[in-house]
Each structure stands twice: as structure tokens, then as C-alpha cells.
């Protein structure tokens, strides 16, 4: 094969196609899945770029110091950009977050691994925002940004699992038996969970198990220090609540696969150090928490509709209602404080 075959170019598959309209250019108004997909994707980069310079003021490790580094470009990027979009069309900037939510001055409060953990479950936050509006963005200037978006974290990802998995953060994932040859599936049998035969898991099952515990795992580290940190004792009170859902959430997603003898991720718990300094304000902390614990709502949806087994199915859909009360609990407390920023919404009719 010729040295130019083996690049991935999707050109080298699909015809050029010479054909647009006036309807998808930048000159039309923002439609709904554009103005809310750019909102949200501004408000976690806004985040994002006040959490990341603190981490970086206590990092010593030269390669972690790098993603810290363009984990930050990135979203400074993003932000430039979706600002572009929104004085354009005449939209108002959102507040997000400012320098007065993180105190650069305050003392460690994570490990370095930490800080790579971290910048991996941010990123794969990130991409199940931009992934899923190209298809619904019509305008090309903002499909290409998500585009743009979606590839640089990728990158950005591929960096991180580079890291974690040289420096020895993370083990190798599971390995099952290549199949002999392709199959069917012929027994209802095949749904059983918790009665009769119950066959092995087959492998997204086993992939959403891990990358579930993973994500778990990695929540509860940032929610441990933030927990030492917050000062409002109702937020505080919420965050235990948080600690122990996630711990709950990675015992039994690990049982499963320790019950067909599969490795787990382990816990980040001793990458929290004993810091009772604040680094963020509470206002932040909150939000970060409303944010990756609706996160892992999506997370565990997908998980579902990939899942065969009726056992697992029930464990996901009893962490999928746990982190909606959560969520609707921090919400609660984000409005009471004025701390919320609406999305934009339809016209008010009534």
C-alpha cells in the first residue's frame, strides 16, 4: 500500500460534493439548536477556563503541565469564537464565571494525576455536547466550529490517555476472547439478570461499566475536595449526599465486572490532599457539581440503550433517577442564591 493510502482521509471515500444554499449561510439567524448548543458549550468552557489556571499553578509534572496548558488554550479558543457568533447576531454574552470564582493564591488541593483524570472525563463531557450539534447545526460557519471543537478535543484526549496510560495512571483495559465466528442470538434467556441462566457480559457492557466507573471515580475525587472547601452548609450537606451516591455508583458498576473476573479503574480519593483552603468560591463548585452530575444522567442513558441484561438496565435506571434528584436538588439552591443563568427560550406566549 502506498504511503498516502494508509492517512485517514475521508476524501479518499466519499465524492467532493459542489453544492450550497443560501439558507446555510452566516448571514441567517441563529436557530434554536445553534443559540443553545453554543450557549452550553460556552458556559462549560467559561468554567473551565477559571478551574484549569488554578490547577496549573500547582502542577510540577512537565507532561501533565502541557494538557493543563492546552486544555486551557482550547477553551480560551472556544470562547473567542462563540463570543464572534453571539455579537454577530446581536446576542447577549453570558455572565459564566470570573475571576473572582478562584482564588490562584490558595494552596494544592489535587495531586497531578489528578489534574489528568480530570482533563479526561472534561474533555469526554465536551465531546457529547459538540458531537451531537454538528448534525443539528444548519449553518456552516457553526457546523465547522463544532467540527473544529469536536476534533481538538479529540486531540486533546488522545494527549490525556497518552499520559495516563505512560506515566501507569490507568491499567489496560479488559480484555475478552476474539469470537470464533459471527453468532445470533436465540434464547430470551439472553435478557436474564438476576434469575435462571445469566450469560457474560458482552462488550459494550462491559465498556460502559468501565468508562462509567472511570467517570465515577474521578466525580468523586473533585467532589471530595470540593467538599472539604465549600462554606454553605446546605451545599455542603448536598455534596456528601454526592459522595455517597458516587461511591455507591462505583461498587456496584465494579461488582459487575469483578463478578466476571474484569478488571476496574481504581479510586482518585488519595490524590485529594487535606486543603480546607478554598480555591473556588461556592457559586462555581455548585455548578460544576449540577453540571457533571447531569452529565452523568446522559452517561448512563447511552449505557442503557447499548445494555442486554436486565439487572444492569435496573442498576442504571436507579442511578439515573438518584443523580436526577440530585441535580434538581442543586438547582434548587443555584436559583435560591441567583446563581443560575437561563438558557435561551421560547417566546413567551401567555
Same mark, same amino acid.
Given at each position: 500500500?502506498?504511503?498516502?493510502?494508509?492517512?485517514?482521509?475521508?476524501?479518499?471515500?466519499?465524492?467532493?460534493?459542489?453544492?450550497?444554499?443560501?439558507?446555510?449561510?452566516?448571514?441567517?439567524?441563529?436557530?434554536?439548536?445553534?443559540?443553545?448548543?453554543? !450557549?452550553?458549550?460556552?458556559?462549560?468552557?467559561?468554567?473551565?477556563?477559571?478551574?484549569?489556571?488554578?490547577?496549573?499553578?500547582?502542577?510540577? @509534572?512537565?507532561?501533565?503541565?502541557?494538557?493543563?496548558?492546552?486544555?486551557?488554550?482550547?477553551?480560551?479558543?472556544?470562547?473567542?469564537?462563540?463570543?464572534?457568533?453571539?455579537?454577530?447576531?446581536?446576542?447577549?454574552?453570558?455572565?459564566?464565571?470570573?475571576?473572582?470564582?478562584?482564588?490562584?493564591?490558595?494552596?494544592?488541593?489535587?495531586?497531578?494525576?489528578?489534574?489528568?483524570?480530570?482533563?479526561?472525563?472534561?474533555?469526554?463531557?465536551?465531546?457529547?455536547?459538540?458531537?451531537?450539534?454538528?448534525?443539528?447545526?444548519?449553518?456552516? @460557519?457553526?457546523?465547522? *466550529?463544532? /467540527?473544529? $471543537?469536536?476534533?481538538?478535543?479529540?486531540?486533546?484526549?488522545?494527549?490525556?490517555?497518552? /499520559?495516563?496510560?505512560?506515566?501507569?495512571?490507568?491499567?489496560?483495559?479488559?480484555?475478552?476472547?476474539?469470537?470464533? #465466528?459471527?453468532? *445470533?442470538?436465540?434464547?430470551?434467556?439472553?435478557?436474564?439478570? !438476576?434469575?435462571?441462566?445469566?450469560?457474560?457480559?458482552?462488550?459494550?457492557?462491559?465498556?460502559?461499566?468501565?468508562?462509567?466507573? =472511570?467517570?465515577?471515580?474521578?466525580?468523586?475525587?473533585?467532589?471530595?475536595?470540593?467538599?472539604?472547601?465549600? #462554606?454553605?452548609?446546605?451545599?455542603?450537606?448536598?455534596?456528601?449526599?454526592?459522595?455517597?451516591?458516587?461511591?455507591?455508583?462505583?461498587?456496584?458498576?465494579?461488582?459487575?465486572?469483578?463478578? =466476571?473476573?474484569?478488571?476496574?479503574?481504581?479510586?482518585?480519593?488519595?490524590?485529594?490532599?487535606?486543603?480546607?483552603?478554598?480555591?473556588?468560591?461556592?457559586?462555581?463548585?455548585?455548578?460544576?457539581?449540577?453540571?457533571?452530575?447531569?452529565?452523568?444522567?446522559?452517561?448512563?442513558?447511552?449505557?442503557?440503550?447499548?445494555?442486554?441484561?436486565? @439487572?444492569?438496565? $435496573?442498576?442504571?435506571?436507579?442511578?439515573? /433517577?438518584?443523580?436526577?434528584?440530585?441535580? @434538581?436538588?442543586?438547582?434548587?439552591?443555584?436559583?435560591?442564591?441567583?446563581?443560575?443563568?437561563?438558557?435561551?427560550?421560547?417566546? =413567551?406566549?401567555?
Amino acid at each position: 500500500m502506498e504511503q498516502a493510502d494508509k492517512k485517514l482521509n475521508p476524501m479518499n471515500v466519499m465524492k467532493p460534493l459542489s453544492f450550497s444554499t443560501q439558507e446555510l449561510d452566516e448571514s441567517q439567524p441563529l436557530t434554536v439548536f445553534e443559540m443553545g448548543k453554543l !450557549w452550553v458549550s460556552y458556559m462549560g468552557n467559561s468554567m473551565s477556563s477559571h478551574i484549569l489556571p488554578y490547577f496549573l499553578q500547582h502542577c510540577e @509534572d512537565e507532561a501533565i503541565r502541557t494538557l493543563l496548558e492546552n486544555g486551557l488554550a482550547v477553551s480560551k479558543d472556544f470562547l473567542q469564537r462563540i463570543e464572534k457568533f453571539f455579537n454577530d447576531a446581536d446576542f447577549p454574552i453570558p455572565i459564566g464565571f470570573s475571576q473572582e470564582d478562584v482564588n490562584l493564591g490558595a494552596p494544592r488541593l489535587y495531586r497531578d494525576e489528578f489534574y489528568a483524570h480530570y482533563l479526561k472525563y472534561a474533555a469526554k463531557a465536551g465531546m457529547s455536547i459538540y458531537a451531537v450539534a454538528i448534525p443539528l447545526g444548519m449553518r456552516e @460557519d457553526i457546523r465547522e *466550529f463544532f /467540527v473544529y $471543537a469536536n476534533e481538538c478535543t479529540t486531540i486533546l484526549l488522545g494527549q490525556v490517555n497518552n /499520559v495516563l496510560y505512560g506515566k501507569k495512571f490507568i491499567i489496560k483495559p479488559p480484555l475478552i476472547p476474539i469470537p470464533e #465466528k459471527s453468532d *445470533f442470538i436465540n434464547k430470551q434467556s439472553y435478557l436474564n439478570g !438476576w434469575l435462571g441462566e445469566v450469560r457474560p457480559l458482552h462488550a459494550m457492557e462491559i465498556i460502559h461499566l468501565y468508562d462509567n466507573i =472511570e467517570n465515577n471515580t474521578t466525580s468523586k475525587a473533585l467532589l471530595l475536595g470540593f467538599y472539604q472547601n465549600v #462554606k454553605d452548609e446546605k451545599i455542603k450537606a448536598l455534596f456528601k449526599r454526592g459522595l455517597g451516591m458516587t461511591d455507591k455508583a462505583v461498587k456496584q458498576f465494579t461488582e459487575k465486572l469483578h463478578m =466476571e473476573n474484569l478488571q476496574a479503574p481504581s479510586y482518585l480519593d488519595h490524590l485529594v490532599t487535606t486543603s480546607s483552603y478554598p480555591p473556588f468560591s461556592d457559586k462555581i463548585m455548585l455548578y460544576h457539581k449540577f453540571d457533571m452530575f447531569s452529565i452523568k444522567i446522559r452517561t448512563m442513558g447511552n449505557s442503557i440503550a447499548v445494555n442486554g441484561r436486565r @439487572d444492569i438496565s $435496573a442498576l442504571y435506571g436507579r442511578s439515573i /433517577v438518584n443523580n436526577g434528584l440530585f441535580v @434538581d436538588d442543586a438547582a434548587n439552591i443555584l436559583i435560591d442564591k441567583g446563581w443560575l443563568e437561563s438558557p435561551p427560550k421560547a417566546f =413567551e406566549r401567555n
